[in-house]
């Protein structure tokens, strides 16, 4: 979950993660990396009706490499499934 005080801090330094011009993808990465206990702050997201990216995904530089290699497993996961989407295997 996201607490906007983990965010806010000044002592904190940001960093960028993930960057699409999918909302629906930044959306469902940010929510990925926030069942992960990584609150992030998104960015380049528009407000209203006719929601337009880019989409930058940002967490603090502590936790950059954990939500990185949560990015990348989710990514390799997709790509097996892709492949063999009925899991059939060789």
Same mark, same amino acid.
């Given at each position: 979950?996201?607490?906007?005080?983990?965010?806010?801090?000044?002592?904190?330094?940001?960093?960028?993660?993930?960057?699409?011009?999918?909302?629906?993808?930044?959306? @469902?990465?940010?929510?990925?990396?926030? /069942?992960?206990?990584?609150?992030? =702050?998104?960015?380049?997201?528009? $407000? %209203? +009706?006719?929601?337009?990216?880019?989409?930058?995904?940002?967490?603090?530089?502590?936790?950059?490499?954990?939500?990185? @290699?949560?990015?990348?497993?989710?990514? /390799?996961?997709?790509?097996?499934? =892709?492949?063999?989407?009925?899991? $059939? %295997? +060789?």
């Amino acid at each position: 979950m996201t607490h906007p005080e983990d965010l806010s801090e000044p002592s904190r330094s940001m960093v960028l993660v993930f960057s699409t011009a999918s909302i629906p993808e930044g959306l @469902l990465v940010k929510g990925l990396l926030e /069942s992960e206990d990584i609150p992030v =702050a998104m960015k380049g997201e528009s $407000e %209203g +009706p006719y929601r337009m990216g880019p989409v930058y995904l940002w967490v603090s530089e502590g936790l950059e490499t954990r939500a990185r @290699l949560i990015i990348e497993d989710a990514r /390799s996961t997709n790509r097996s499934y =892709a492949d063999d989407p009925l899991g $059939e %295997g +060789p």
